[in-house]
């Protein structure tokens, strides 16, 4: 069986937590297949909100420990998908 994860991660200060947020996706670069960043931007304003969609592959355990080491950072919150592929 085949798994895929789909964290959604939002950062609610990017300035104060892109560090630390970079260094744990870092960490775990193996785990991840697509990594999307989005964040609000005009000639007016930069959010310092942001978005980071993530599409991981491997085994669930591994994915347990990237999200928990993200959740010990603060200031983000994780929603996550989860899809069980089963081939004949």
């Known amino acids: ?44 304003v930069c959010s310092r909100m942001g978005t980071i969609l993530l599409v991981l592959e491997g085994q669930p355990e591994s994915w347990e420990v990237l999200e928990k080491e993200l959740a010990e950072i603060g200031g983000i919150e994780i929603q996550k998908m989860k899809f069980d592929h089963l081939f004949k």
């Open 1 to 44: 069986m085949k798994h895929t994860m789909i964290l959604g991660i939002l950062v609610f200060d990017r300035i104060k937590e892109a560090g630390k947020t970079q260094k744990v996706l870092s960490k775990h670069a193996p785990l991840i297949r697509t990594r999307l960043g989005f964040h609000e931007l005009s000639e007016a």
